[in-house]
């Protein structure tokens, strides 16, 4: 995976992938081009993943348990694999999202008092 | 990367269906098609690189360790169980029918019990962590096929007594004796969680299923130890019941853990 236009840290863009998948997966169920495409329009064209490297991220997330797939059919009908959530990915987000927002806090008071 | 792959035909499938997403959405948007074909590859990534990261990932087919230890430990208790029986296996008549009727049962109930104890390895494991695909796969299947035996060896066990009794006249032979009707309830049973694995192949309740294996050890356990103490007190006997309800006891104290849900016993790791 890596950063688009901004040139962000690949360690930043690789800790932020399961957080990323499990949040888009969080709203539903997707495919694989569909979470990219959302990352994306997320990011603002700021965050791009290489395509072919979100697929060992999302076996490895499903053989973890934290998702689950299924092979369905796609609008124009050739076959497509779908994944959803499962309740160990839940914990895993809640988990993520709780160290992600203190970092993000933690420096959000640190450069607000710098730039005060 | 075919060749790194081979053996996970669903990831090249997989792959190629985002080729052609990739390439359908760049085609719309205005690109050429050899323009198209070259940009999607290019977004796609090196090949090597995805198969090294694939190559990380554990194949889905890879066993649960006491999925394993049943199988094992399953043909173990079944040697050492056919052993004592050999000598009436080769005797001919009427003594081959006893050994085959008794072998056949007990290999139905040991069967039953290993459902069980994979149901209770489920449980015990669930507030440590979630079984990955292939371990669930496997578990599923082992579930099935020893279900499965189950009837075989049961059901077959039974109708070698329905034979077997009324020659001898030292049983019944539909009769509902205790040790009859435990058994037909056990077969019952068995037919029930065969039903159950077979319709779960694809469904995620796994809890649900391996419930099933909780009440086949408490149908063993009435349908076996319990009958045995019942037949032994109308013989005019004491009968001991202390195994039947600790073993009841426990595999209620299981399903209590298994209704429980999963967030509430997870045991956080530091």
Not at chain 2, 137 to 148: D, G, N
């Amino acid at each position: 995976m890596h950063s688009g236009t901004m040139k962000i840290n690949k360690d930043l863009v690789a800790a932020s992938a399961i957080p990323l998948i499990l949040s888009i997966l969080e709203e539903g169920e997707s495919y694989g081009y569909a979470i990219i495409q959302r990352v994306r329009e997320l990011s603002g064209g700021e965050i791009e993943w290489t395509d072919g490297m979100l697929y060992p991220v999302l076996h490895r997330l499903e053989e973890q348990g934290c998702i689950r797939s299924r092979w369905g059919v796609s609008e124009t009908g050739r076959k497509r694999k779908y994944y959803v959530l499962e309740s160990q990915g839940r914990l895993i987000l809640k988990d993520q999202q709780e160290q992600w927002l203190l970092v993000q806090a933690t420096l959000g008071r640190l450069w607000g008092a710098q730039h005060a | 990367m075919a060749q790194q792959l081979i053996g996970r035909g669903e990831i090249l499938d997989e792959l190629e269906e985002h080729l052609r997403d990739s390439l359908e959405e760049l085609t719309q948007t205005g690109h050429a098609a050899d323009e198209a074909v070259e940009l999607a590859m290019s977004r796609m990534g090196q090949p090597r690189e995805i198969a090294a990261e694939f190559a990380k990932v554990p194949a889905a087919t890879a066993p649960w360790l006491p999925v394993r230890l049943a199988w094992a430990g399953g043909a173990l208790l079944a040697a050492s169980m056919l052993a004592p029986l050999f000598p009436k296996l080769t005797a001919g008549g009427l003594a081959s029918l006893l050994a085959v009727h008794m072998g056949a049962v007990m290999l139905g109930y040991v069967a039953t019990l290993l459902v069980g104890f994979l149901a209770a390895c489920y449980f015990l494991t669930r507030p440590f962590r979630e079984l990955r695909k292939g371990q669930v796969q496997t578990l599923k299947r082992a579930a099935l096929v020893l279900s499965a035996a189950a009837v075989v060896l049961t059901g077959s066990g039974i109708a070698m007594g329905c034979l077997f009794c009324p020659h001898e006249k030292t049983g019944w032979a539909w009769g509902l004796d205790t040790r009859e009707v435990g058994g037909i309830a056990i077969l019952a049973w068995n037919v029930a969680m065969v039903s159950g694995y077979w319709r779960g192949r694809e469904s995620s309740r796994l809890g649900a299923m391996m419930l099933l294996g909780v009440a086949g050890n408490i149908a063993v356990a009435l349908g076996w130890l319990g009958a045995s103490a019942v037949e032994r007190q109308l013989h005019g006997s004491p009968g001991n019941y202390t195994p039947v309800v600790i073993a009841v006891l426990s595999q209620l104290a299981l399903a209590g853990i298994a209704l429980a849900p999963a967030e509430c016993l997870r045991v956080r790791r530091a």
